[in-house]
């Protein structure tokens, strides 16, 4: 069974540029959600999609916006990057039952420069 | 509010046992997690234990929770060089199961 899939796994961007990362989920699973990891404030919580709506996000401004396809593949946009949106952008997909085990990809680290 | 503390980082010898604690704030979690992340990798659920639970156990891993103090810790037994990895602890949140709330991380540095 493949495991979470997201591409591209490294990019450089400049700063005001805009990013699309994607992702996809585990088959079967309905739920991706995506993180911001960085050394400094740790793992956060981006946003949350279940079948192609927005259930949940986090404190993050409105450059960062989310979807989800049909199909459950993901993207999340983030525009008018700025140094400090440097990080690895994890995504993980789950089942949507408890105990809510995610399954996390191998991430998109970002560098903004 | 929901905020979930961890000490930095952990080194022992191998074949000792090793501890990770964690601290939580918000006592409606339901969940408690432990995941591990590898260098380069992403986070790989290692080990959950349900809110009214104590203790848990699996092959080498050990999980205690102290309810009343907010408490969970993470036991190794028998640690090994192939453990050495950052140990996040996380809690769920109400009715999301796809937003947990991280702690900053352990990193368990394994000494030959």
């Known amino acids: 069974k493949a495991g979470v899939t997201q591409t591209p796994r490294y990019l450089i961007k400049t700063r005001g540029q805009q990013v699309t990362l994607s992702c996809s989920p585990i088959?079967?699973?309905?739920?991706v959600s995506w993180y911001q990891q960085t050394p400094g404030q740790g793992l956060q919580f981006l946003f949350e999609?279940?079948?192609?709506?927005?259930?949940n996000k986090g404190n993050f401004p409105g450059r960062f916006s989310g979807r989800q396809f049909s199909n459950s593949r993901s993207e999340m946009n983030v525009s008018t990057l700025e140094l400090g949106d440097s990080a690895l952008y994890l995504c993980?997909?789950?089942?949507?039952?408890?105990?809510?085990?995610?399954?996390f990809g191998e991430g998109s680290r970002l560098t903004v420069l | 509010g929901e905020d979930v503390e961890q000490s930095l980082f952990l080194s022992v010898r191998e074949g000792d046992s090793s501890v990770i604690n964690c601290t939580y704030t918000?006592?409606?979690?339901?969940?408690l997690y432990w995941y591990k992340q590898e260098p380069g990798a992403g986070l790989q659920l290692l080990t959950y234990?349900?809110?009214?639970?104590d203790m848990k156990q699996d092959q080498r891993l050990t999980v205690l929770l102290n309810k009343k103090d907010k408490h969970l810790s993470l036991r190794i037994a028998d640690t090994q060089t192939g453990d050495s990895a950052i140990y996040f602890c996380?809690?769920?949140?109400?009715?999301?199961?796809?937003?947990?709330?991280f702690g900053q991380g352990t990193t368990l540095q394994v000494k030959p």
């Open positions: 993980a997909s789950s089942l949507d039952v408890s105990p809510g085990e995610l399954f």
């Open positions: 088959s079967g699973h309905r739920s």
């Open positions: 999609y279940f079948s192609e709506t927005q259930r």
């Open positions: 918000d006592s409606s979690s339901t969940y």
């Open positions: 234990i349900f809110s009214n639970m």
């Open positions: 996380a809690e769920s949140t109400p009715g999301n199961t796809g937003k947990l709330i």
